[in-house]
């Protein structure tokens, strides 16, 4: 039996990280429990307002956020604030799928776009792979805001 899994960071600012994946990965903050939000409302405004409502002091609800794919398909995506930075080099990574069929300069076109988006999201480029018949493909090596590695592939 397979089973689901979920993706959790290790962040110093977990909704600013959470908001950084959402745009990268088109997934949603999803909506505090009975809290309705119209279309185009704030869903981390409504965390807070919701976290103020039953207590948790201020100091405490930025201490972890999420993401959800809007299509019900993906891994849900966990940030928990822990008090240590990022010392070292990922031992896991995502590799983030913007190119999947595309080959050569095409592939490598849709790569350097979603790099540029992503760049000015926040994230920061490290190092760009070329194709390499037969088994290499080309990708490029980002980091987030907090300097976690991942892969535009």
């Not at 100091?59 to 930075?85: H, I, W, Y």
């Not at 018949?133 to 592939?153: A, Q």
Request: hydrophobic content about 40%; overall charge negative; charged content about 25%.
């Amino acid at each position: 039996m397979s089973r689901h899994i979920q993706v959790t960071f290790d962040a110093h600012d977990p909704a600013a990280l959470s908001s950084f994946w959402g745009e990268a990965l088109g997934y949603v903050i999803p909506r505090p429990p009975g809290v309705d939000l119209p279309e185009g409302a704030d869903p981390l405004a409504a965390w807070d307002e919701f976290l103020a409502r039953i207590g948790v002091p201020e100091d405490q609800r930025n201490t972890r956020s999420a993401l959800e794919d809007p299509d019900g398909n993906g891994p849900r995506v966990f940030f928990q604030q822990v008090p240590e930075g990022k010392v070292a080099k990922n031992r896991v990574h995502l590799d983030v799928r913007v190119s999947p069929g595309l080959q050569g300069e095409e592939r490598m076109a849709a790569l350097e776009a979603e790099c540029a988006r992503l760049v000015a999201l926040g994230a920061a480029r490290v190092q760009r792979h070329e194709p390499a018949p037969p088994l290499g493909s080309g990708h490029i090596v980002m980091t987030d805001p907090e300097g976690n590695e991942f892969c535009l592939d």
